[in-house]
């Protein structure tokens, strides 16, 4: 089955500054990828998300990034604020024609003032 | 419109005993997958139902079983508890595949 790893597990960056959150998966099948923002007590919202036949996608202050050949997906923040501050989990769905997501472990981000 | 509901939101059980966990997707989503929520191992997939059949399924032991309505409400149902069990137990639902999936509040499942 599909495997994601997702790093760093912790990541502080200050007001103001970007923040990059990478991730690897395993199934050459998989071709929808989307990224999730948890904040503590609430339920897990879609941020942003990319299909296999599309390198890059932005909105606003969030891009992800697509390399099917290394089989690895990126989440770039850029302008961090505070609200920002959230555990972020990427997530892969294989073909098939089925839902069902592997996720990542989570990437704590914290955004430091 | 209305968005994903799970009932109930709390459960205490003890080893042993079973549980019914309820969710209620959002109109017109057919697609309803469960997650289950925990420090240690993050969200794991358990299974997806679509139109009343089982399309997809985790890698979780046969105690942990699920089904899905006309409507596509679904409910899963945990046998025989674990104190291993104790999560956060999630669904979501969705359009079409692949789309956004919608997460309901959770059950959060407590096993003494």
């Known amino acids: 089955g599909e495997n994601v790893e997702q790093h760093p597990s912790t990541l502080s960056v200050q007001e103001g500054d970007s923040a990059v959150i990478k991730c690897t998966y395993s199934?050459?099948?998989?071709?929808?990828f989307p990224w999730y923002k948890q904040e503590l007590g609430k339920r897990p919202q879609l941020i942003i998300d990319?299909?296999?036949?599309?390198g890059e996608k932005k909105d606003q202050r969030i891009a992800v990034t697509l390399n099917k050949t290394a089989k690895h997906f990126s989440l770039h923040i850029t302008e961090t604020q505070p609200e920002d501050s959230a555990v972020y989990f990427c997530?892969?769905?294989?073909?098939?024609?089925?839902?069902?997501?592997?996720f990542g472990k989570g990437t704590h981000l914290i955004i430091q003032p | 419109k209305a968005g994903v509901t799970q009932t109930p939101r709390y459960l205490i059980k003890t080893r042993g005993q079973q549980v019914t966990l309820s969710c209620s997707p959002i109109?017109?989503?057919?697609?309803v997958s469960w997650y289950q929520q925990t420090p240690g191992q993050g969200l794991q997939f358990l299974f997806e139902?679509?139109?009343?059949?089982?399309?997809n399924k985790g890698n979780f032991p046969g105690r942990f079983s699920g089904r899905q309505f006309s409507n596509s409400r679904s409910e899963m149902n945990v046998s025989t508890l674990e104190l291993g069990d104790s999560a956060l137990y999630l669904c979501?639902?969705?359009?079409?595949?692949?789309?956004?999936?919608?997460f309901g509040p959770g059950t959060r499942l407590t096993v003494l």
């Open positions: 979501a639902s969705s359009l079409q595949h692949p789309s956004e999936q919608f």
């Open positions: 199934d050459s099948a998989s071709n929808y």
């Open positions: 990319i299909r296999s036949n599309v």
């Open positions: 997530a892969a769905s294989s073909g098939g024609g089925a839902d069902g997501l592997t």
């Open positions: 109109s017109g989503h057919r697609s």
């Open positions: 139902y679509f139109s009343e059949t089982q399309r």
